[in-house]
């Protein structure tokens, strides 16, 4: 019986895109039409590829991450909902709430082979708790076992995004605020990029780290307002740009820079991380740089099937990003 | 071994009140040290619970939802995964997408015994599909089967505090705008208390159904707007009190009314439903009736758990709502 590869292969696309056709998500012109006529040709259905697996497989994948709150990591388990199904497997979603206990139980679970596979969003280390023998897929973070395929943004083009727009509007005096883990990982890139590239060009450009928490709690909101009202004086702020590591993070800063009188962006410019829109259907929350959201869930399914059957993976899947006017920037 | 009701009887409170402590969740104040007192009197561990059943159970529960792309539906399955972790049972997410054949798929699933129970927000009709054995929660719907319970903000309440909203502002030409099943269920009463209730008061009051599609799609927008720029000339709507079935719809509406030239709340007071807010964590989006998320997802986790012990259960669970002013009334 057919593949999905098989039909990749007759059409001339890769298997991603004959995921995108099979989940009705946008691909090229042309494109869905060859894959469609692919399928057709070789009487592909969808689950043979699941159904061809070893039997004690369980066709389930757990899906690890933060929490649904921030709707990035929604939308992102949405689409890899909608790709895994569409391929005959399972989700599990596993939250972690920022909660190194649970997480460890998730991993636990994992690791006694109750899912053929982990798409995790972590700063733990996973190299100490799962077996070599787990197929893993990881968003943007590096882990030192072998295998581990790290799916992600391109985080340093991101950074460059933005300082590029604050340098081409005449900033001189710009921030980076982040929150979240300081291991080694690829969303770290987003402010040094920026931050280099600023200091390149001649802008005072400067980095307030506000903690580990991946989510934003009422903690992190409370030092993030602490700090704006340090630097805000009778209306006037200290800086003209300030780069965001999230758009939840932009939108709690907006709102606190509005109430203390000051005008967005006439007077401070301002860069959220993601791309969210209002309601997910709206209008950008903020200026921002949009995440690639459905092309990272096509590829943490892809790579993770190929790990499935032992397949050899790229180390590494870095995706595009691009800045979007949300109507905080000049 | 204890159980969650052996420390529910002890601290002298419900089940979901044990819930929301193990989950960190809001309790009356008093309640969690109470329960905290209860567990380590009794040395109850999370997961004796789930251990206690009998062997062929799969500790996993499935949720079929439309998606994650409406922050309601994802915010309920966030709330619905922390309060089933903390009770030893995993999660599997099943995204219908409004599609027929892919709710099916899942409903099959859940037949074939590969879950110990199904919480569903459907439009299917799951008697047809389900066996009699699976323990049901329902949200939102009531289905002839018995033993379903089903859980829902109080719709009708929701639709007379969206009225007395416009009646005590003074409004005298008001329109409930609404998307979604026409099937029987409890959804249905928002628009229907809302219009009795202002017509009882001397409002003119009328309906717009823009047709099944329970998540509102691209072609579901596009009747809106043609709609409202039937409504609005030169700058004037016909209606000076808007009630939509959902904050996605009524985000749709601010917009295009602004588009229009239309001063909301000034010339139309808007008001949605759910109480979503900006990134979840922001202002309310719009001026609402916002929905108990928490308190649904502990009384469907508990409701489930009841069934699978074989005990019984309401069959219906209605939990109080709220307006909230999001700046789009007067």
Redesign the interface.
Known sequence: MATIRDVAVDAGVSVGTVSKVLNNLYVKPGNREKVEASIKKLDYRVNTYARGLKAQQTH?VAILIP?????FF??L??DV??VL?ALGY??????S?NNAD?EL?YLN?ARQNKVDGLIALTYSNLDEYLEAGLPVVSIDRHFSRQGICCVSGDNAEGGRLAAQQFIKTGCRNVIYIRNGSNLENETLKRGQAFLEACRKAGLSAEAMDFGEETT?QKEG?RRIHAFLEEIVRDGRCEYDGIFASS??HA??IL?KLRELGVSVPRQVQLIGYDG?R??????Y?VSSIEQPVQEMAVACADVLLKLIEKKPVESSIILPVRFVDGGTTK
Do not use: S, Y
């Open positions: 389930t929490d649904l709150i921030n709707p929604a939308m388990v949405n909902e909608q199904a399972r989700l599990l979603l596993c939250n709430h649970r139980a679970m934003l909101v758009d939840v939108a709690v709102k969210l209002v309601l997910n259907v709206g209008d929350v």
